[in-house]
């Protein structure tokens, strides 16, 4: 069936660091793609999508490209900054539209 | 402002204890869903509604009820409560379903003792 693995946290970083987060996905056809980012204490939000291969996502200085030759959908940002320690999902919405599939969550934190 | 409530945010109560927990979105959205999140294995679908009276399961819907009488509410019914429900919940609505934003709600911390 479908699924989404992702990369294990957590992952600290160092203000202004590059951050890459793998995500790699299962699916037949082809499947929408998410990016959810959790603050501490909260429910989750979109953070960005795509929805067909080569799509790029972006926003607030992220961005993930949709690779069907290799299954992929890594969330990069070239310069993270405290505000960013989050935990973060990446999804998959498959053919049907109805059921989504999420990863196991990456802890990120950001220290000064 | 566009939300969806969740109630209530906090529960402990005992194995066996029929238990509801509302979930209500203001945004007119036809597809709500229902999420568990555990430790190690992220979020989980319990139940998702396309529609006023259409459910159907996700991934992990033993032990679990929704019904969808109203567009705005779907409520998540454990008839029977054990420990391995032990659990943060998550509602979520979307306009429609596939590529629509999912919006969630704050959570219910929920322990089965």
């Known amino acids: 069936g479908d699924s989404v693995t992702q990369m294990e946290g957590p992952v600290t970083l160092s203000e202004e660091a590059f951050l890459t987060i793998n995500c790699t996905y299962t699916?037949?056809?082809?499947?929408?793609l998410f990016w959810y980012v959790q603050y501490p204490g909260e429910g989750l939000q979109l953070l960005l999508k795509?929805?067909?291969?080569?799509d790029k996502g972006s926003n607030k200085g992220f961005e993930a490209t949709y690779r069907k030759e290799t299954t992929s959908f890594h969330l990069e940002k070239g310069s993270v900054q405290v505000s960013d320690s989050a935990v973060y999902f990446c999804?998959?919405?498959?053919?049907?539209?109805?059921?989504?599939?999420f990863g196991t969550g990456t802890s990120l934190t950001v220290i000064p | 402002e566009a939300q969806v409530t969740q109630n209530p945010r906090y529960l402990i109560t005992v194995t066996g204890k029929k238990l509801t927990v509302t979930c209500s979105q203001n945004?007119?959205?036809?597809?709500m869903s229902w999420y568990r999140q555990d430790p190690g294995l992220g979020l989980r679908q319990i139940y998702y509604s396309m529609n006023v009276e259409v459910t159907d399961k996700g991934d992990v819907p033993e032990g679990y009820k929704v019904s969808r009488k109203e567009k705005r509410n779907f409520p998540l019914i454990l008839e029977s409560p054990s420990p391995n429900q032990t659990s943060l919940y998550f509602c979520?609505?979307?306009?429609?379903?596939?590529?629509?934003?999912?919006?969630f709600g704050p959570g219910t911390r929920l322990t089965v003792l």
């Open positions: 699916a037949t056809g082809y499947p929408s």
């Open positions: 999804a998959l919405n498959g053919n049907t539209g109805n059921q989504f599939y």
């Open positions: 979520a609505s979307s306009l429609g379903r596939g590529i629509d934003t999912q919006y």
């Open positions: 945004m007119n959205h036809e597809y």
């Open positions: 795509a929805t067909k291969a080569d």
